[in-house]
């Protein structure tokens, strides 16, 4: 009984020893499997890390070849707007010594399709205001939803009188079915694109998460391409739609929200209604074969959509700028489509200005701003643009 005793004993004492020994091997193995495993996680997050930095560049490479600057990534609407440069460069401000204006509108504005920027400089020269300033950001085709988006990408630039001048681009936006409308001119590729990004502009330090969400807009563009208003011309089976003026919320909208932007800020802005001519017997093959009274017949209302529609639709957007200039006491306001009707030596076509027009057309502003100039001016000597 004794030597069983002994025997169990020194059989646990061996049992024992061995268990000790095996755990004592198992945690230098545990050990180094832990160090593995954390190499691999930071292995993965050096390669990962590399990857979006790569990304990251690529990024600012492919917006740069767009007009966006490498170092200032937020500054995303320089690709579609690329006006905004300039003035955020130079900086206008109502304590410098020029009179800044600001021009928001579309080709009739533009200096590629009118006189009206050379001619408000001139008689504004004539009249003794020689040292002003105008940043012209008015673009063809652009409506009053690129105006809105230019103009709060502007939070630095301060600006003595904002001219505003939409309203016949907006007409184009109509011929499209009403469940593909969209108030924001999304149905336009171009408008889904700009307002995708137009939130990034001066917030953020990364391009990398708007160029994913830009990809995904191309991608469902090209996917989806029969959903959206083509670039040229409106699509025959839709220009039947454009008899009804969806347009007119969103145009209510854009003026209203530059309106209240321009109120913060301190602007005086000018509102004008929008001329039009369209002379009795219009029709396409009459102004193709130049027939009518036009001067050099630059644009058929046709890529607006059927011209009574346009005309018609025309008319509800001056409404919505007179009830809006009503409504707004510090607003400038002109009603160019009653000034200038009817003329046919003011236009060459139904919208864009002859020199006569386009000189006419500031004629009618200055009736309304000079007094205004004389209680702002601040400088003198020569005039700079």
């Known amino acids: 009984m004794i030597h069983s005793a002994d025997a169990r004993q020194t059989q646990n004492a ?6 000790s020994e095996g755990s004592a091997e198992s945690r230098p193995q545990s050990a180094r499997s832990r160090n593995r495993l954390y190499a691999q996680l930071s292995l993965l997050l050096l390669v990962s890390v590399l990857c979006l930095a790569a990304l990251e560049i690529g990024s600012r490479i492919f917006w740069r070849a767009r007009g966006v600057p490498l ?10 707007y690329p006006g905004l440069r300039e003035i955020d460069q130079l900086r206008p401000s109502r304590t410098d010594d020029f009179y800044n204006i600001l021009f928001l509108g579309a080709s009739t504005l533009n200096r590629a399709w009118g006189e009206v920027e050379p ?23 652009q409506t009053s939803r690129d105006s809105l988006l230019k103009y709060a990408a502007l939070d630095s630039a301060r600006f003595d009188l904002v001219i505003i001048y939409d309203g016949i681009n907006e007409t184009r936006a109509n011929n499209v079915p009403a469940k593909l409308f969209r108030e924001d001119y999304g149905h336009y590729s171009w408008y889904e694109e700009v307002n995708t990004l137009a939130p990034y502009h001066g917030a953020t330090s990364f391009v990398l998460p708007y160029t994913l969400r830009y990809l995904a807009v191309r991608a469902r563009q090209t996917l989806m391409h029969n959903r959206y208003v083509p670039t040229d011309r409106p699509r025959e089976d839709w220009i039947e739609y454009g008899q009804t003026p969806r347009s007119a919320a969103s145009f209510k909208q854009n003026l209203g929200s530059i309106l209240e932007l321009a109120s913060q800020r301190g602007d005086p802005v000018l509102l004008m209604t929008f001329a039009i001519y369209v002379p009795k017997g219009y029709s396409l093959e009459a102004f193709k074969a130049k027939r009518l009274d036009y001067q050099l017949y630059s644009t058929p209302l046709e890529i607006w959509g059927r011209p009574e529609h346009v005309v018609a639709t025309v008319a509800i957007h001056n409404e919505i700028v007179r009830n809006l200039a009503a409504h707004h006491a510090r607003t400038l306001f002109v009603d160019q489509a009653k000034l200038m009707v009817g003329s046919a030596r003011y236009f060459n076509d139904a919208c864009h200005f002859t020199i006569e027009g386009s000189i006419s057309f500031v004629d009618n502003i200055l009736q309304v701003v000079l007094p205004n100039i004389k209680s702002q001016w601040r400088g003198g000597g020569e005039s700079h643009h």
């Open 71 to 80: 170092r200032y990534p937020s500054r995303i609407l320089y690709a579609y």
């Open 119 to 141: 001619a408000l400089l001139e008689r504004l020269g004539s009249n003794g205001y020689k040292k002003v300033r105008i940043f012209n950001l008015a673009e063809p085709a």
């Open 14 to 19: 061996h049992n024992g020893t061995t268990g």
